[in-house]
């Protein structure tokens, strides 16, 4: 992305936060920092002050100036720490404020109509969206508002110190033997010499640390992803004693950390170099140049020191953008890491909106699911089913063999959530749908969140969940349902099955669909299952996908994928 779109896209970004509906506090923050960092202008411009009138005091060896600079420290010093803390307060209200709107921003976005599945096949930079949302939205608008802090400090550092450094420049002549040029402000033009060399320098080196920033995000990123992978099929890999290839695939991915820290340690290094001496030396030079005129009796020694001050300020302001190359490099990396990850999203509507040939959802005016000229196809549009048109009534048991793969394609494309394909798909007027994958997911928290998972849809009362965990043999479990645990790893899969049948004999769903939903069972468990389905829900319409053949007798119709 070239910095001209980069700063576009941002600012269009940073705008939905200043016109949200928290508008008017977002603006007061903003504008109450702003004022808060003209008064730390302020306090820069009477510390130079106070430093010129106590060394002139030294000068003097008077005692009297001297206590009364003392007393003029003592006040400046609470006004300091009071505006010190003030300011600390204001900025990171605003960074929590800003930062908790873009990750809701970003997550609700992706965490909504299926996005977060639709996107995986589709090209573009999209991976590790966990890392994205929790570390590059933190980087994203913390580091904006110091650097934009900064960046109004220098602003204002530069208005307020060219004055003081143009007054006490005076008059030099520059003697070129043939004539006698008069230079205005010399330490002024010096600073502004010195500052652009400095800073078109240290853009130079600086240059491969933004490429290297991201390079380590998305690293540090995929191990942490592949980490977490790991924990949680924990139970897969011990039973195969897999650890050693763990350990490996481990150990691959963090030499790609090293081989990328040690390309932005060189930078950083060049950068830290450069940074360093630079800093040294603005310490000395700005005195060494206005050395002469005191030992010449043209100026004081307050006058002197003030001048020094100046220049080191001006200096820094002029010379934000060396100053910051680390900062804005790591920033400008998170902040392209959002966009493309919020692109990606724009670009799954806008290929899902595109398709030439889709599956339509439509809902029909009679209790039937029916496909007409129904095809499942790949994302690159390849067919891979023949037409499928059937009507499939309430109550009818329906068993899809064949490709198991393609039987749960065709189960997303009646969830809505896989388009690729043709035809249309007539969902039921009347009843709910229920889907059971092969694993259903157990949210970390208590298993009662677990079992009404999601909560805010509808609320179990002690006595259905007790009565249904008995019904599909997980009495055991009554006494946990208000413990705390990770129970994708503590359920073995064969509970994780039965605590899905719970969730169904709960929800008590019209249309059922069945992807390999008990194949972790024995074959009695699984036709026990399926009798008490039709027990409980005798109504209930259902399409299963099985590899069993211990099921079959119990569906009335087949359908071959």
Same mark, same amino acid.
């Given at each position: 992305?070239?910095?001209?779109n980069f700063?576009i896209?941002?600012?269009?970004?940073?705008?939905?936060?200043?016109c949200?509906?928290?508008?008017?506090?977002?603006?007061?923050?903003?504008?109450?920092?702003?004022?808060?960092?003209?008064?730390?202008?302020?306090?820069a411009?009477?510390?130079?002050?106070?430093?010129?009138?106590?060394?002139?005091?030294l000068e003097?060896?008077?005692?009297?100036?001297l206590l009364?600079?003392?007393?003029l420290?003592?006040?400046?010093f609470?006004?300091?720490?009071?505006l010190?803390?003030?300011?600390?307060?204001t900025k990171?209200n605003?960074?929590?404020s800003?930062r908790?709107?873009l990750?809701?921003?970003?997550?609700?976005?992706w965490?909504?109509a299926?996005?977060h599945?639709?996107?995986?096949?589709?090209?573009?930079e999209?991976?590790?969206?966990?890392?994205?949302?929790?570390?590059?939205?933190?980087?994203?608008?913390?580091?904006?508002v110091?650097?934009?802090?900064s960046?109004?400090?220098?602003?204002l550092l530069?208005?307020g110190?060219t004055?003081?450094?143009?007054?006490?420049?005076?008059?030099?002549?520059?003697?070129?033997g043939?004539?006698?040029?008069?230079v205005?402000?010399?330490l002024v033009?010096i600073?502004i010499?010195?500052?652009?060399?400095a800073?078109?320098?240290?853009?130079l080196l600086?240059?491969?640390?933004?490429?290297?920033?991201? %390079?380590?995000?998305s690293?540090?990123?995929? !191990? +942490? &992803?592949?980490?977490?992978e790991? #924990? *949680?099929?924990?139970?897969a890999?011990?039973?195969i004693? %897999?650890?050693?290839?763990e350990r490996n695939? !481990? +150990? &691959?991915l963090?030499l790609?950390? #090293? *081989?990328?820290?040690?390309?932005?340690t060189a930078?950083?290094?060049?950068?830290?170099?450069?940074?360093t001496?630079?800093a040294?030396?603005?310490?000395?030079f700005?005195?060494l140049i206005s050395?002469?005129?005191?030992?010449?009796?043209?100026?004081?020694?307050?006058?002197?020191?003030?001048?020094?001050q100046a220049?080191?300020?001006m200096?820094s302001?002029l010379s934000?953008p060396?100053?910051?190359?680390g900062g804005i490099?790591e920033w400008r990396a998170s902040v392209?890491?959002?966009l493309?990850?919020?692109?990606?999203?724009e670009?799954v509507?806008?290929e899902?909106?595109?398709?030439?040939h889709?599956?339509q959802?439509?809902?029909?005016d009679?209790?039937v699911?029916?496909f007409?000229?129904?095809?499942?196809?790949?994302?690159?549009?390849?067919a891979?089913?023949?037409e499928?048109s059937m009507?499939?009534?309430k109550?009818?048991?329906v068993?899809l063999?064949?490709?198991?793969v393609t039987?749960?394609?065709?189960?997303?494309?009646?969830?809505?959530?896989?388009?690729?394909?043709?035809g249309?798909?007539?969902?039921?007027?009347q009843?709910r749908?229920?889907?059971m994958p092969?694993?259903p997911?157990l949210p970390?928290?208590?298993?009662?969140?677990a079992i009404?998972y999601?909560?805010?849809?509808?609320?179990y009362?002690?006595?259905?969940?007790?009565q249904t965990?008995h019904l599909v043999?997980?009495?055991?479990?009554?006494?946990?349902?208000d413990?705390r645990?990770?129970?994708a790893?503590?359920l073995?899969?064969?509970?994780?099955?039965?605590?899905?049948?719970?969730?169904?004999l709960l929800?008590?769903p019209?249309?059922?669909?069945?992807?390999e939903?008990?194949d972790?069972?024995?074959?009695?468990?699984e036709k026990?299952m399926?009798r008490l389905?039709?027990?409980q829900?005798p109504d209930?319409t259902?399409?299963?996908?099985?590899?069993?053949?211990?099921g079959?007798?119990?569906?009335t119709?087949?359908l071959?994928?």
């Amino acid at each position: 992305m070239s910095t001209n779109n980069f700063f576009i896209e941002f600012l269009r970004l940073a705008k939905l936060y200043w016109c949200s509906e928290h508008k008017l506090k977002v603006r007061g923050l903003v504008v109450f920092l702003a004022f808060l960092t003209v008064l730390q202008m302020v306090m820069a411009v009477l510390m130079t002050q106070w430093s010129a009138a106590l060394f002139n005091a030294l000068e003097q060896h008077s005692m009297r100036g001297l206590l009364v600079q003392i007393g003029l420290l003592v006040l400046l010093f609470f006004a300091e720490m009071a505006l010190t803390g003030t300011h600390l307060v204001t900025k990171r209200n605003l960074q929590i404020s800003w930062r908790g709107w873009l990750t809701e921003y970003v997550f609700s976005r992706w965490m909504d109509a299926g996005r977060h599945y639709l996107i995986t096949p589709l090209p573009g930079e999209h991976d590790n969206p966990d890392g994205r949302i929790a570390e590059d939205c933190r980087v994203t608008t913390e580091s904006a508002v110091i650097l934009g802090h900064s960046l109004l400090y220098s602003i204002l550092l530069l208005v307020g110190f060219t004055d003081v450094l143009w007054s006490r420049s005076g008059v030099v002549t520059l003697d070129l033997g043939f004539a006698e040029i008069p230079v205005y402000g010399h330490l002024v033009w010096i600073a502004i010499i010195y500052s652009a060399l400095a800073s078109w320098f240290g853009w130079l080196l600086g240059r491969p640390l933004t490429g290297a920033t991201n %390079a380590r995000q998305s690293a540090e990123a995929n !191990f +942490r &992803a592949t980490l977490l992978e790991a #924990q *949680e099929n924990s139970q897969a890999i011990a039973l195969i004693h %897999a650890e050693a290839c763990e350990r490996n695939q !481990f +150990r &691959a991915l963090f030499l790609k950390i #090293q *081989e990328v820290w040690h390309t932005q340690t060189a930078a950083w290094r060049n950068i830290t170099m450069f940074g360093t001496s630079y800093a040294t030396f603005s310490m000395v030079f700005p005195i060494l140049i206005s050395a002469p005129r005191y030992i010449m009796g043209k100026i004081t020694l307050g006058s002197l020191m003030q001048s020094a001050q100046a220049f080191q300020h001006m200096t820094s302001a002029l010379s934000w953008p060396a100053n910051n190359l680390g900062g804005i490099a790591e920033w400008r990396a998170s902040v392209e890491r959002i966009l493309s990850l919020l692109q990606s999203l724009e670009h799954v509507d806008r290929e899902v909106a595109q398709i030439e040939h889709r599956i339509q959802l439509v809902c029909s005016d009679r209790p039937v699911l029916a496909f007409r000229q129904v095809r499942i196809g790949k994302y690159q549009g390849t067919a891979l089913t023949p037409e499928i048109s059937m009507e499939i009534g309430k109550g009818e048991r329906v068993l899809l063999t064949g490709n198991a793969v393609t039987g749960a394609r065709l189960f997303r494309a009646i969830a809505g959530i896989r388009p690729w394909g043709s035809g249309t798909i007539e969902l039921p007027s009347q009843g709910r749908l229920f889907f059971m994958p092969a694993r259903p997911y157990l949210p970390t928290g208590t298993l009662r969140y677990a079992i009404g998972y999601p909560s805010s849809r509808r609320v179990y009362t002690q006595e259905q969940i007790e009565q249904t965990l008995h019904l599909v043999g997980l009495e055991r479990l009554i006494d946990q349902l208000d413990q705390r645990e990770h129970w994708a790893n503590f359920l073995t899969p064969e509970e994780q099955q039965l605590l899905g049948m719970v969730r169904l004999l709960l929800n008590r769903p019209q249309w059922v669909f069945l992807q390999e939903s008990f194949d972790a069972l024995e074959h009695e468990d699984e036709k026990r299952m399926l009798r008490l389905i039709c027990k409980q829900l005798p109504d209930a319409t259902l399409l299963a996908i099985s590899h069993s053949a211990n099921g079959t007798a119990f569906y009335t119709r087949h359908l071959a994928l």
